[in-house]
C-alpha cells in the first residue's frame, strides 16, 4: 500500500509540475494582436468592469466639483457687477441731478438778468418742521446783501418775505404762514376792482379777503401783488384762484388761493435786494422760450 501512496504523490508533483510550466509559458506567451503579455491581457480583462466603474465615479466627482467651483465663480462675479450697477446707478443719478441744477441755476440767471434791481439767488438749507409755522432757512445773509422783509420769490412766483436775518443765513417766512399778508389783486390791469389782501392758511393754501362780493371773480385768475403793503413790489404773481365763496354784494367773499410757487419742493429761491415799485415778470425767460 505505501509503493502506491508514494506514486500517488509523486504522479501529482509531476502534474503540478507541468502544469506550472504550462502556465508559465502561457504568461510569457504574447497575445497576437497586441503583443502584450497574457498575464497583462488577463489582468486589464478581468479589471476592466471594476476600473471602469471606479473611473465614471471620479470622473462625476470632478464634474460636480467644477460645477461647484464655477458656480461659487458665477456667484462672485453677479455680486460684483450687482455693486458695479449699483454704483453706475447712483453716478447716473449723481449726473442727472448735476444737470437738473446746472439748468434750473441757468434759468434762474436770466431770470435775474429780467428782473428790475439787484437779486442774489440762495440755497434752501433748512425747512421748519412744525405745521403751524410755515418757514424756510437759506443760505444767504446780511453779508450777501440780504435784509430784513425782503422779498422772496422764484421764477414762477412770490414765495415770501425775510422775516430773521444773520451774517451767513436767513429765515423767510413763506405766504401760506398764517401771519404772514400781502396786498393782492386779481388780474394787472389798472382799472381792477378784485383788490384784496392776502393771508396763509398753512394748508399749502393762500386766502384773498376783503373783495367786494359785488366783483365778478372765476376760478383759474391769476392773483398778483399790489405793491400797496409796503413790503413787496407790484406785479409778483402770487397764485391761481381755486374756489370763490360768492356772498351777498355787501359782504366781501373768501376766495381761496394756490401759490404758483411749489413751496413744498424749494431747492432755490432769489432775494430782491432792494425793493423797486413794480418787476416786470415773465416765466418764459427761466425756461430760456
Known amino acids: 500500500m505505501r509503493p502506491m501512496g508514494k506514486q500517488r504523490r509523486i504522479s501529482f508533483l509531476v502534474v503540478g ?6 502556465l508559465l509559458m502561457s504568461l510569457q506567451a504574447r497575445h497576437p494582436d497586441t503583443q502584450q503579455s497574457m498575464l497583462r491581457v488577463w489582468a486589464v480583462t478581468a479589471f476592466a468592469p471594476f476600473l471602469s466603474t471606479v473611473t465614471r ?3 462625476g466627482v470632478r464634474d460636480v466639483w467644477h460645477q461647484v467651483v464655477d458656480l461659487h465663480r458665477l456667484g462672485q462675479e453677479n455680486d460684483a457687477l450687482r455693486e458695479e450697477v449699483a454704483r453706475l446707478r447712483w453716478e447716473l443719478h449723481q449726473y442727472r441731478e448735476a444737470a437738473k441744477l446746472a439748468e434750473r441755476l441757468a434759468g434762474y440767471a436770466r431770470f435775474q438778468r429780467a428782473l428790475a434791481g ?3 439767488v440762495a440755497r434752501v438749507i433748512g425747512r421748519d418742521v412744525a405745521a403751524w409755522f410755515q418757514t424756510i432757512v437759506i443760505d444767504r445773509g446780511r453779508r450777501d446783501g440780504v435784509r430784513l422783509n425782503a422779498a422772496v420769490v422764484t421764477p414762477d412766483g412770490l414765495v415770501g418775505r425775510v422775516v430773521a436775518l444773520g451774517p451767513f443765513s436767513a429765515q423767510v417766512q413763506l ?3 398764517e401771519r ?3 396786498g393782492a389783486v386779481i388780474g394787472v390791469t389798472e382799472d381792477s376792482r378784485a383788490v384784496g389782501v392776502l393771508e396763509g392758511r398753512s394748508e399749502a393754501l393762500c386766502t384773498m379777503r376783503y373783495v367786494p362780493g359785488n ?3 372765476a376760478e383759474g385768475e391769476i392773483v398778483y401783488t399790489t405793491g400797496q403793503d409796503g413790503i413787496y413790489p407790484r406785479g409778483i404773481p402770487i397764485g391761481r384762484v381755486l ?3 360768492k356772498r351777498s354784494a355787501l359782504v366781501s367773499q373768501e376766495i381761496t388761493v394756490e401759490p404758483l410757487a411749489s413751496l413744498g419742493k424749494l431747492e432755490e429761491v432769489i432775494v430782491l435786494l432792494n425793493r423797486p415799485a413794480s418787476v416786470n415778470w415773465d416765466t418764459r425767460v427761466a425756461s430760456g422760450q
Open 17 to 22: 509540475l507541468l502544469g506550472s510550466q504550462l
Open 57 to 59: 465615479l471620479f470622473s
Open 118 to 120: 439787484e437779486s442774489v
Open 175 to 177: 405766504i401760506t404762514d
Open 180 to 182: 404772514s399778508g400781502a
Open 215 to 217: 366783483v365778478e371773480v
Open 243 to 245: 374756489s370763490v365763496s
